[in-house]
């Protein structure tokens, strides 16, 4: 086979196209909150004091979720069924809540989180 018989159509090795949904994007499946989310963020919120949530929203890789902040920094992550029910979910336990789009995550949890890191516990 002489080397522009390379670039001819029809002679050499066929290079198959990839199949169509190989370059679709959005196509991420999230898993949808649960009723053991909801139980864990209830018993989160009991156990400790000083908490406000913060409502994250949808993306491409994850459904709304709720983080829930404790006094000292400590806080849990957990999807929730919408932002509806997270802001309700807070109401309904008496904690502020915030769209965490807006306003951030507080500086406690970034200062928690380095505290583990030095540690070792994170």
């Known amino acids: 086979m002489a080397w522009m018989d390379r670039f001819r159509r029809g ?10 949904d190989a370059f679709r994007t ?6 949808a909150s ?31 979720t709720l983080l829930l902040v404790a006094h000292d920094g400590e806080w849990t992550r957990r ?3 919408s932002v509806g029910w997270a802001h309700d979910f807070c ?3 008496q904690v502020p809540s915030y769209d965490a789009a807006v306003v951030g995550i507080p500086q406690r949890m970034r200062d928690y989180n380095r505290r ?7």
Request: net charge positive; glycine share 10%.
């Open 11 to 20: 002679s050499g090795p066929k290079m198959r196209r990839p199949a169509r």
């Open 26 to 31: 959005g196509s991420t499946r999230v898993r």
């Open 91 to 93: 109401n309904r336990h």
């Open 34 to 64: 649960d009723s053991v989310d909801q139980e864990h963020l209830h018993a989160w919120v009991a156990e400790r004091r000083g908490v406000e949530g913060f409502v994250e929203p949808r993306t491409a890789v994850s459904d709304v």
């Open 116 to 122: 583990k890191k030095l540690e070792g516990g994170l």
């Open 79 to 81: 999807r929730v069924p």
